[in-house]
């Protein structure tokens, strides 16, 4: 595609209940991040693919988080029991090289409401 | 956790002055990037600047980097009602397959 894709753009959703969230990156684009970001606040890490390496899980707030990158391209970000704390806008990027050599293109994220 | 804190936190000017932020980092680095982001959604690359660099320009943007002391400042000259944003810094630290790190941003409103 021409650019990252984020699905869906919103979701509001019970507490308790389990989310995915996808990104498709931009094609050839080996590395891939999630981030989350609350109201009016900064974008806080969670995990990070490049490549074949192991995914850098180290920014993942509690084990009812997890995300996978399927052949090398789209990834699920699952929570799991959601909490009320949970809600923010959970962002993906994508860049094709190594991190920081090139510039990151972003999603334009999902707002995630737990109601 | 967060590398690059960006102050001001907020900023608030008047449509053709020059608005500048500044970015410290608490590491050393491979690269620092400037994003700029509208409306709490996705954001968007200005500029990198690479460790070994000090200056960079393009077009209304300066971007200045001091490895020594950890910093980066970003300068918009002549700024536009249009650059209302909020504009973070981003780190990846050396030394390996690191991920890119935010701040908390700098609010600039730009008044018409």
């Known amino acids: 595609g021409a650019g990252v894709s984020q699905s869906p753009s919103n979701k509001v959703t019970e507490k308790g209940k389990d989310v995915e969230l996808r990104c498709d990156p931009i094609?050839?684009?080996?590395?891939l991040y999630w981030y989350r970001q609350s109201l009016g606040q900064g974008l806080e890490f969670l995990i990070y693919?490049?490549?074949?390496?192991?995914?850098?899980k180290s920014g993942l707030p509690s084990d009812r988080f997890s995300a996978e990158r399927t052949g090398g391209s789209v990834s699920t970000l699952t929570i799991q029991r959601t909490q009320q704390e949970d809600s923010a806008v959970y962002l993906c990027?994508?860049?094709?090289?190594?991190?920081?050599?090139?510039?990151?293109?972003f999603g334009q994220g999902t707002r995630l409401t737990v109601v | 956790s967060q590398q690059g804190e960006e102050d001001p936190q907020a900023l608030s000017i008047q449509e053709g002055e020059n608005a500048t932020m500044n970015c410290s980092y608490k590491t050393s680095i491979n690269n620092l990037q400037w994003y700029r982001q509208n409306s709490g959604r996705g954001l968007v690359h200005l500029i990198l600047?690479?460790?070994?660099?000090r200056e960079k320009h393009s077009g209304r943007l300066r971007v200045t980097l001091d490895t020594s002391k950890k910093s980066s400042s970003l300068l918009i000259t002549a700024s536009r009602a249009a650059d209302t944003a909020s504009y973070f810094c981003?780190?990846?630290?050396?030394?390996?397959?690191?991920?890119?790190?935010f701040g908390k941003g700098t609010r600039l409103s730009v008044i018409a």
């Open positions: 981003a780190t990846d630290a050396s030394g390996g397959n690191t991920p890119l790190v």
């Open positions: 600047i690479r460790s070994n660099e």
């Open positions: 990027a994508s860049s094709q090289a190594g991190i920081g050599n090139t510039e990151a293109f």
């Open positions: 693919f490049q490549g074949n390496s192991a995914p850098d």
């Open positions: 094609s050839g684009h080996t590395a």
